[in-house]
C-alpha cells in the first residue's frame, strides 16, 4: 500500500514537471502577472521547481531521500501550488492554467490534497542513518545533473537581452515630428519630465505578440507605471484584436507602413525611450531583455 502512494504521488510530480518542461512560458508569466516573482526570478525560480518535482518523484521511487526531507519539501511544494492556484488575477493572461500543470481545477485541488496528505504520512516515518548514505548524495545530485542539462540547453534563462544602443548617434536622421503628432491627435499625453517608451508592434508577429504580453503582465502586476505608447502599421481592426489577444491595454497609434519600417528598421519589436523629444535608447532582438523590463516598471 506504502508503495502504491509513491507511485501516485510520482506520477503527479513528475507529470508537473514534465509539462512545465514543455510549455515554461506560461509559468513564468503567471508568476509575475501574481506579484510572486519579477521578471528576472521568475524563470529561475520554474527552473527551480521543475528540478525539485523532477528529483521528488525519482526519489520516492528509489528511495534516496530522507522521508521528513521529502515532506519539507513537498509541504513547500504544495504551497507554491496553493499561491498560484488562489492569486491569479481574473483578468489574468493565463489565469485557467495553474501551476501543478494537469490543466484542470479539480484535478489540481486533489493533486494538492493529495501531496499534503502524503507529506504528513511521511513525516511519521522513521529512517536510520538516512542522511549518512552517501550514495544516496550521488544519486540525487546525479538525477539534478541528468534534469538540469536538458532543462537550460532548451529553456536558457536569458536567451537574448535586446541590444542597446544611443541612436542619437547611430540613426542621427530619424524624424518624430510625424510620432509627436499622432499622440496629439490621439489626446495621448506624453510625460516631459520622464522619458516615454514608444514600442513598434507588428501585429502578425510572433516575437511583437510575445513582448506586448509582457508589458501588459508588467502593467498589470506592479503599480508604477510607466509611459507607454504602443505603435501599429496596419488597420484599426487588427490592431484592437492585438490589444485584446495581448491584454495589453496601453495608449496606441497606427502609422503608415513606410513609416513604420523607416523608424522601426527591419527589426521588431523595437523599443525606443524618448525624452523631451529626443531619442535616448534603442532596444531590438528577438527575445525581451527581463531586467530591462523589470527596471521600467519599478
Known amino acids: 500500500m506504502n508503495l502504491s502512494f509513491k507511485i501516485i504521488a510520482s506520477i503527479i ?5 514534465i509539462s512545465k518542461l ?8 503567471t508568476l509575475v502577472e501574481n506579484g510572486i516573482f519579477s521578471w528576472t526570478l521568475s524563470p529561475i525560480a520554474v527552473k527551480g521547481v521543475i528540478i525539485l518535482e523532477f528529483l521528488l518523484g525519482i526519489a520516492l521511487l528509489v528511495k534516496s531521500i530522507h522521508s521528513k526531507l521529502i515532506s519539507l519539501s513537498l509541504f513547500l511544494l504544495t504551497f507554491f501550488y496553493a499561491i498560484d492556484y488562489y492569486s491569479k488575477p481574473l483578468n489574468g493572461l493565463y ?30 516515518k522513521n529512517e536510520i542513518n538516512a542522511f549518512k548514505r552517501i550514495k544516496n548524495v550521488l544519486i540525487n545530485g546525479c538525477i539534478v545533473l541528468i534534469v538540469s ?5 532548451f529553456n536558457p534563462l536569458f536567451i537574448d537581452d535586446f541590444q542597446q544602443n544611443n541612436t542619437a548617434v547611430n540613426n542621427p536622421n530619424l524624424n518624430w515630428n510625424g510620432i509627436f503628432q499622432k ?25 511583437c505578440n510575445r513582448s506586448a504580453k509582457m508589458l501588459g503582465i508588467s502593467g498589470r502586476s506592479n503599480q508604477t507605471k510607466p509611459s507607454i505608447v504602443l505603435v501599429f502599421p496596419g488597420n484599426k481592426k487588427d490592431t484592437e484584436e492585438f490589444i485584446e489577444r495581448n491584454k495589453c491595454d496601453f ?3 497606427m502609422i503608415s507602413k513606410d513609416e513604420f519600417r523607416k523608424l522601426a528598421g527591419n527589426e521588431y519589436p523595437a523599443f525606443f525611450k524618448v525624452e523631451s523629444k529626443k531619442e535616448t535608447n534603442y532596444y ?9 523590463l523589470d527596471l521600467l516598471f519599478n
Open 13 to 17: 510530480l513528475t507529470t508537473s514537471a
Open 149 to 153: 542539462i536538458p532543462l537550460f540547453i
Open 251 to 253: 495608449p496606441y497609434i
Open 284 to 292: 531590438t532582438g528577438e527575445t525581451f531583455n527581463y531586467r530591462e
Open 22 to 29: 514543455l510549455f515554461t512560458e506560461p509559468f513564468e508569466f
Open 183 to 207: 499622440c496629439e491627435e490621439a489626446n495621448i499625453q506624453l510625460e516631459v519630465k520622464n522619458s516615454t517608451l514608444f514600442a513598434f508592434l507588428s501585429t502578425s508577429c510572433y516575437y
Open 95 to 124: 489565469n485557467n492554467d495553474f501551476i501543478l500543470s494537469l490543466f484542470n481545477q479539480w484535478i489540481t485541488i486533489i493533486g494538492i490534497a493529495y501531496l499534503i496528505f502524503f507529506s504528513i504520512v511521511q513525516i511519521n
